[in-house]
């Protein structure tokens, strides 16, 4: 299948469009003396993020602002994750203080979507546990928004609108992109992989890559506005275009971004080990603009548990691929994100991700404990280890990394990095990133935000560098 099999014809955002001069008529007869204001809120990965500077460009369009203050807002979206029961719970807790200002301001809209509303179970508790929401909608709709948004304004129902769909692909909506020099473009959508223990491939729906072209466009116009960092995202970017012609695989996208003219750093995230390739790595190797940093999620390291995970790789495959890119790129960055307590897991099959862990050296880690989650194939397999048990396991995980990472970061000592500069952090004090992905403290003016500099490690802690402007 190619992204046009997928891609939402032009009649219906054209329909969309019109909602949202509709939208932008009543408002203003609405709001006469000053614009109305929306409050949102993204959770979970980057790819939501990205969802969520669309829900923004859509709103700003229809005549919104934005705000800081939730008790201030006309509006409030929370745009959702469902990646952990954790998560879930701090949306419960953060729609359940929103009854209040609703009681005070009953013209206030809420608003809830991204992958928590995409769970059926969750819509039915949100209907009828929480009546003071108005508008529920799932993640393959996003571009309905100002439909969504005028039946709101203009009747009194609630609106829930949750297809089940293995999904599509929406071009040219408009984005208002929070960073102003760091930018994210996500190049493919869903995913196929139905991890046992992962809700995403049930709320995202099946893997579609965007078109070539309209990535690599929309690289250009961002770098000719200025954007020194691109992210490109996907849950899997190893299988962009898969099907299709090697000349517009994931390898070759990079190629053809770093031969875009101009100075600017180029990231990807997620890689699954499945995909990755010695091509993936030779072009990351190849590629100037590319990030020595590599996020390659491991989630364990016992061939057993990989299996029942459903990851399609092994432990020998994993570090074959780790071996290959550190003899292409000795300083290179490797993080990854690793699951403890998986369902069956022993604590002899924990020591093998500990002893991988000591193997790869990683840069930092995402650590997570397993969490049940509805509809999957692990939330039915049986979990023997209590939960404080879990807790041991994952705190040995933690000192083991802490330990890893601070030697890291002591053998950077008197190394110069180049650091893209990001905020300043406190007066005189300026934070970036070095290419591996550290953040760095030190001093200088906050009129380099937003540059390249050259920044000498000084004083390496376990997380964080402290350093000086060199050159
Ligand atoms: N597509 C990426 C991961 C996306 S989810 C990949 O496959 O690499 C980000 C991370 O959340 C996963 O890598 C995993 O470590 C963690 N995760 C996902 N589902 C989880 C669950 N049910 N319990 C605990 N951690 C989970
Ligand atoms: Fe989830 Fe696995 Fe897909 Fe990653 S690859 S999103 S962990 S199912
Ligand atoms: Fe969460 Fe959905 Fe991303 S479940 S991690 S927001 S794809």
Not at 242 to 263: C, Q, T
Request: net charge neutral; charged share 30%; glycine share 6%.
């Amino acid at each position: 299948m190619t992204s046009k099999d997928f891609t939402i014809p032009i009649e219906e955002l054209n329909k969309q469009k019109e909602y949202s001069s509709l939208v932008q008529t009543v408002l203003s007869s609405r709001f006469s003396d000053s614009k109305p204001k929306a409050f949102v809120h993204t959770y979970g990965c980057q790819g939501n993020v990205a969802d969520g500077e669309k829900l923004k460009g859509m709103l700003e369009e229809m005549g919104y602002c934005f705000t800081e203050k939730v008790e201030e807002a006309d509006l409030v979206l929370y745009n959702t994750c469902a990646i952990r029961e954790h998560a879930q719970d701090r949306v419960y807790g953060n729609v359940g203080a929103l009854k209040q200002i609703k009681e005070k301001n009953p013209d206030l809209i809420i608003a809830l979507c991204g992958c928590m509303m995409q769970q059926e179970y969750v819509a039915e508790r949100i209907k009828k546990s929480f009546r003071y929401v108005d508008l529920v909608f799932g993640t393959h709709v996003i571009y309905k928004l100002p439909e969504f948004i005028y039946k709101c304004l203009c009747t009194s129902q609630r609106v829930f609108e949750i297809t089940d769909s293995d999904g599509n692909i929406v071009e040219g909506l408009p984005i208002h992109r929070d960073g102003k020099f760091k930018a994210w473009i996500p190049i493919m959508y869903g995913c196929n992989n139905f991890c046992s223990y992962c809700v995403v491939p049930y709320v995202r729906g099946r893997e579609r890559s965007r078109d070539f072209n309209a990535v690599l466009n929309e690289a250009r116009e961002l770098i000719k506005k200025g954007y020194k960092e691109i992210t490109l995202l996907g849950q899997n970017v190893n299988s962009y275009n898969k099907d299709l012609d090697d000349k517009y695989s994931f390898p070759a996208l990079l190629r053809a971004i770093n031969d875009i003219e101009g100075d600017f750093i180029i990231r990807f995230m997620t890689s699954h080990p499945r995909d990755c390739t010695f091509e993936l790595l030779n072009a990351m190797a190849e590629c100037k603009k590319v990030a020595k940093h590599l996020h390659l999620p491991f989630q364990s390291g016992n061939d057993r548990v990989l299996n029942e995970m459903n990851r399609h790789y092994d432990r020998e495959k994993y570090l074959s691929l780790i071996d290959y890119a550190y003899k292409l790129m000795p300083d290179l960055s490797i993080t990854s994100d690793v699951i403890v307590g998986f369902p069956g897991e022993t604590y002899e099959e924990f020591c093998d991700t500990l002893s991988l862990i000591e193997k790869v050296r990683y840069t930092s880690l995402f650590t997570f404990i397993f969490s049940s989650r509805p509809g999957t194939k692990a939330a039915s397999m049986e979990d023997k280890i209590s939960r404080k048990e879990k807790g041991e396991w994952f705190n040995e995980l933690i000192g083991l990394q802490e330990k890893i990472a601070g030697e890291r970061t002591a053998s950077m000592k008197n190394k110069i990095y180049r650091v893209l500069v990001e905020e300043e952090k406190e007066n005189g004090v300026l934070t970036g990133r070095t290419e591996g992905n550290i953040i760095i403290e030190f001093f200088g003016d906050k009129s380099l935000i937003g540059s390249f500099c050259n920044v000498k490690v000084t004083e390496p802690k376990t997380w964080i560098l402290k350093g000086e402007i060199v050159g």
